[in-house]
């Protein structure tokens, strides 16, 4: 069974003040992965839980985007998800996984994250591609590389803001392959809502489900409150249509559909960091 150790994966350095604590596991990077279905390239990063190197089992994998936000403080825009240290944390209490962070690609990300095109927001429509690229070239290489559970009931697909949108869209494209998504504060309203109508017209596929929103994502500092309201609409409305959608679908909540409003959060990587441990506690214990 794989251990970890093809060549091809190195140790990544975490970028760590030296009274930050570095939590247990360990990070491992592949760098200029070619992807076949959208002609570029790059690193892919793996997070190992802490019981990783001591024992012969397979591991649940979820699949993230913005993985350049996901566990190192240097490489991230805005502040990091903390990723390695909530998958430390959860361990303790039963729940492990392998993290796959898949960084975007810069000027790319708003194409690759949305199958819709939205020209009036600046792009959209390869959101297909992207999850083709997830299937079909990255979880291959991670299925090969490491000890994984890879059918669906074992594997994720998780983002935020865009990456929430993917997110929710890859688990009604590819049945075969994800069965849990998680969408924290996904951008629902892009290409003028087009995720309702597709999930609407999409067949029911067993799966768990959980969804966030905080109730101040268009606010923003004094300075940029106008221009973030305009990125960044609030979207509660838009959350709790999706819910509504989601019930009439079949999706029982709490059993496998999970809806968080959280009061006064933004629209920004802390707040999607301070979910993630509850999120995961729902997408991967026992409902």
């Known amino acids: 069974m794989p251990q970890g150790d093809n060549p091809v994966w190195k140790d990544y350095i975490l970028h760590k003040e030296p009274d930050d604590e570095t939590a247990p596991g360990s990070l491992k990077v592949h760098k200029d992965v070619w992807s076949p279905q959208l002609k570029n390239r790059r690193d892919i990063l793996v997070y190992l839980p802490p019981s990783y190197e001591h024992g012969t089992w397979g591991y649940p994998v979820i699949y993230m985007h913005d993985g350049q936000n996901l566990f190192d403080p240097m490489t991230s825009f805005a502040g990091e998800w903390e990723v390695d240290e909530t998958i430390e944390g959860l361990s303790r209490e039963g729940l492990e996984a392998i993290v796959v962070g898949i960084p975007n690609s810069g000027e790319q990300r708003l194409d690759e994250y949305s199958p819709f095109a939205d020209p009036a927001h600046g792009g ?164």
């Open 124 to 287: 959209g429509g390869r959101g297909d591609q992207y999850v083709a690229f997830i299937v079909e070239t990255v979880k291959p290489l991670v299925d090969r590389s490491f000890r994984t559970l890879p059918d669906r009931p074992y594997t994720g697909i998780i983002g935020s803001s865009m990456g929430g949108l993917i997110s929710l869209y890859a688990f009604f494209l590819r049945p075969d392959t994800f069965g849990f998504t998680g969408g924290m504060s996904p951008s629902l309203w892009f290409a003028n809502g087009a995720i309702f109508d597709y999930i609407e017209q999409a067949p029911f596929t067993p799966g768990k489900i959980y969804l966030d929103v905080g109730t101040r994502e268009g606010a923003g500092p004094p300075a940029r409150a106008k221009s973030a309201q305009k990125r960044y609409p609030p979207d509660e409305s838009n959350l709790r249509r999706m819910a509504t959608l989601l019930e009439s679908k079949g999706y029982r909540r709490p059993h496998d559909l999970l809806y968080i409003e959280e009061e006064g959060a933004r629209h920004r990587e802390t707040a999607w960091a301070r979910r993630l441990p509850d999120a995961l506690r729902f997408l991967l214990g026992v409902s």
